[in-house]
């Protein structure tokens, strides 16, 4: 083989992998690039370069703490509410006379979570309606009086947690079950050997080996909470709700970015907001004390 071809043979693996480089360099390298640029910026049709202005108004800005504060009430919603669900559930499929079915089971859970999330906000949003919302007549069957779902403020939050219940209770389920296939059955026969009752079991030993996809399923419920999105835009209409209680960060960004036709501060919103996501994600690293399991 001469020089010139084994420089083609070296050559050829960077051609195949180069497809996908090319791909994230227009549309993940730049576009982050030329945000951060245009965060740097003031003006709709020229733009003025403002230094970190943008980011300060950002700091300053009660409507984005109050989107941020709303995707505060989801996510605590979706931690101590949905999650101890699912894993509730997950558990009971794990159940040795349940575990053939749970197939069937999964599928069922499943389900709405790969409906659009906009049939899903219109479906949630004629159920939850006040005067002719099946919710309401149901619980008007038990002598409750009608609740403003989606007219009072104070209950827009509930609502949108009943919608995620529906929508991502499966998907959850399917998580903690693949992370219930990594618990060794001989650590649960031992603990029951040694006395361990159901309850002790499940904490002492269940729950430190579901750690690691706990890790997982929580940061993504604190992601989607914050970044909630489609099915907020539906149910709060044209607006953000009742006393502005359905907006949430990205709904923010998108209204100035795309209504407002403000890209440099929507530009701003976004990169505060992913930093913001970063800490969270890493303060809850730190609480799941995965560095220490690992040693």
């Known amino acids: 083989m001469n020089a010139h071809a084994s420089a083609r043979w070296k050559l050829a693996p960077l051609l195949f992998i180069s497809p996908f480089f090319i791909a994230y360099a227009i549309f993940g390298l730049y576009p982050i690039l030329y945000g951060f640029w245009l965060s740097l910026m003031k003006g709709t049709d020229t733009y003025t370069f403002t230094g970190f202005s943008n980011y300060l108004f950002v700091l300053k800005d009660g409507f984005f703490w109050k989107a941020m504060w709303n ?10 509410l949905i999650l101890p669900v699912a894993l509730g559930a ?3 499929l794990n159940r040795p006379y349940i575990a053939k079915k749970k197939g069937m089971f999964a599928t069922f859970f499943f389900t709405p979570n790969i409906t659009s999330a906009v049939a899903v906000g219109i479906i949630f949003k004629l159920l939850l309606d006040r005067d002719s919302g099946v919710i309401n007549s149901l619980l008007g069957q038990v002598g409750i009086s009608p609740i403003g779902w989606l007219k009072d403020a104070a209950w827009t939050i509930p ?23 990594n618990v060794p059955i001989e650590l649960i026969e031992a603990a029951k050997i040694d006395g361990a009752s159901p309850a002790q079991r499940l904490w002492h030993v269940t729950m430190p080996l579901l ?3 706990m890790t997982f399923i929580v940061f993504q419920c604190l992601l989607g909470s914050y970044g909630m999105f489609s099915e907020a835009f539906i149910l709060a209409g044209s607006g953000f709700g009742p006393e502005n209680s359905l907006v949430f960060p990205t709904s923010y960004l998108y209204d100035e970015a795309f209504r407002r036709q ?34």
Not at 71 to 80: D, E
Request: glycine share 8%.
């Open 159 to 181: 609502a949108l947690i009943i919608l995620c219940a529906w929508k991502y209770l499966g998907v959850n389920i399917l998580f903690f079950l693949a992370g219930l296939q």
């Open 90 to 92: 997950a558990l009971l």
């Open 262 to 295: 403000d890209f440099t501060y929507s530009s701003a919103l976004g990169y505060v907001f992913t930093l913001m996501m970063l800490l969270i994600g890493f303060i809850q690293l730190k609480m799941f004390n995965l560095k220490n399991q690992e040693e």
């Open 71 to 80: 995707g505060t009430k989801l996510a605590l919603g979706s931690l101590f």
């Open 211 to 213: 750690r690691p996809i």
